[in-house]
DNA sequence: CGTAAATTTGATACGTTTCAACCCTCGTGG
DNA sequence: CCACGAGGGTTGAAACGTATCAAATTTACG
């Protein structure tokens, strides 16, 4: 039988280190993999509701009772928390394979209102029926455990972006996140559809929409992104190595690359 | 024997909403009972490594390899995240019954340094036994994914104030949020110690040291704070609804306490 | 095709950072 | 005992970056 020490420590925890990687899985990048293998688990072992959304559809909502947690089948989506003053700020965008509602746990309602920008299919799942299957397969609790610790993690890395970067750089590090995300899935970055508005986006990294605007004119002036002809939502990045540079350089105002 | 479903159902969800509390309780809250018989338990069952830390020690280590999580038992810990060219920001502050390390989870190796900024404890807990001790206690598992949960949503709430509010309001923020954590641990909120520099309040709070104290400085002239006799790092707040208030006047610039 | 929404761009106002000076406290060593 | 220096804190003035306000333009969509 498995135990919990045989799962945590023969695993691939250092990515790229040993053994090579066969071709075809290499077009395939391991996280990809492993999104698909877990989507397939929970499909074949918890039976989830599974619902097509279409942007601006909501998948719960702030203070309702806490039910489900979903996972993202396809689609994105964008996780928007409010005050009791009325600020609200969208605080994570979620993509295939990301958890919705991890956020009801703590006390039972949930935390935040989980939106979709686009045409997408989330599966819910009962949260008690997926803890019974946790206790049952530990693989499954390693697994949930290893989602939930990025959630933690990806809120973290928005918070020293938030607090590190000046708009331009903020700008330049969503879309390098953005690019992170589909590479991670399989999908190629050197041309992104932005399917939230400028305000959204503005919203999202803490700035107005005409700052998004100005950021992104910057950056097409500077070279690092491209307006594709079917409009300013898709974006081209011929290199995302020189865009990720340009980040760094506007940490540093004596840089060779001012952004900002 | 208890199972997941009558764990998750009746519980204290409804926080304040049933049975009235009995006067004793009512002196030590709801969550400071939580945090206590949380530790007592941990205690009992896993023999934590207890380690006696000073304001500078480091917990752990961006990169270690992740081993264990780690429980405060008393004292606090700002946890820092740094990036590849060098930024660094300090991501969460925690105190007696929050965790360290749950970052680690995903890949193996921490993702940040805890650094205690003050005299404390942390009590060290194998990852692999906690998981163990989670296969076989189901209300050990519901409370640690409560406290995962805690962690996210508490993330999402600082975004929230970097994102929406103004250097003044996010010190004042800062402070309530302090407060509360304080309530929360059965201790008088009417009078903290902040036990950072202003350099690292600003850090947290991505802004630079002359602003806390500009903000700080502000918010004793409008009379929502106060600084003690004993120095500029012990802080009372005479109302903390006050306190509360002067954050949602920030929001709107056409509010009769302008805060900015 | 026409209207509403989204985006870009410019000019100005505002808030925060930066740079600088000064103060205070505390621990050390003459 | 006091002089001294280091670290932290406060405050001011100027520079900088972003928000705000206001067009003009483009795009989306019924």
Redesign the interface.
Known sequence: ML???TL?SP?C???GAGMPVPPLAAALPAASQRIGRMLQRLSEGLAPKRSLVHAGDTVYSAGTPFIHVYVVNSGTFK?V?????????V??LQFRGDWLG????????Y??DAVATDTGEVWALR??EL??A??DD?EM??DL?????????R??????S????RANARVADFLCDWAAALAGRGQRTDQIRLRMTRAEIG????MTLESVSRALSYLVCIGVIRFTERGRRDIEIPDLQALGSC??AA?RPDDPLPLA
């Open positions: 135990t919990i020490d945590l695993r925890h250092a990515a996780v928390n409010a005050s009791a003053d009325g600020r609200c700020q605080v994570d991890f956020d009801g746990i703590a006390d039972g309602r935390a935040s949260y008690d803890l019974q946790c206790m530990a609790l390693l455990h290893r989602d939930m610790s990025r959630a933690i993690t809120g973290r890395g928005a918070l020293l938030r607090g590190t970067l919203n999202y990294l803490g980040i760094h940490g």
